[in-house]
């Protein structure tokens, strides 16, 4: 098992420290379980559950009638989280858990209007 030494100023440092104390571990487990978290390239398992647990989620166009026409959508580089992505992945429709669970987070956006 590898070493690494990293350097936190004193704020930060406790802030782990007490994080580490709640949770029961070492200091050392506290900082590699988050490093693990954060540099894995695949969705956690509570997420890829979610795919078709949702089957009788209104559809986007029930959802839109009390909010006027739909405009349309420009292409985007990453993989779009949109509502019909989102309603489609909880409702199992499509490929849609497959291409969402194969694209790494880093790789999906979120899309957001603020009117």
């Known amino acids: 098992m590898g070493q690494v030494t990293i350097y936190l ?3 930060t440092e ?4 007490a994080a580490a104390r709640a949770d029961g571990v070492s200091l050392s487990k506290w900082v ?3 490093i693990q978290q954060g540099a894995r390239a695949e ?3 509570s997420v890829r559950e979610l795919a078709g647990a949702w089957a009788d989620l209104p559809s ?3 959802i839109r009638r009390a909010h006027g026409k739909d405009v349309a959508r420009a ?3 990453m993989y779009a989280l ?9 409702k199992g429709k499509g490929n849609v858990a497959a291409n969402l669970l194969a ?5 999906v956006a979120l899309p957001a209007i603020a009117a």
Do not use: C, G, H
Not at 14 to 17: C, D, N, P, T, V
């Open 32 to 34: 590699a379980e988050r």
């Open 9 to 11: 100023d004193e704020e």
């Open 103 to 107: 694209t790494p987070p880093s790789e």
């Open 75 to 77: 292409a985007v580089a």
């Open 43 to 45: 969705w956690p398992a």
């Open 14 to 17: 406790e802030k782990a420290r």
């Open 60 to 62: 986007a166009e029930q």
């Open 82 to 90: 949109d509502t019909n992505t989102v309603l489609d992945y909880f």
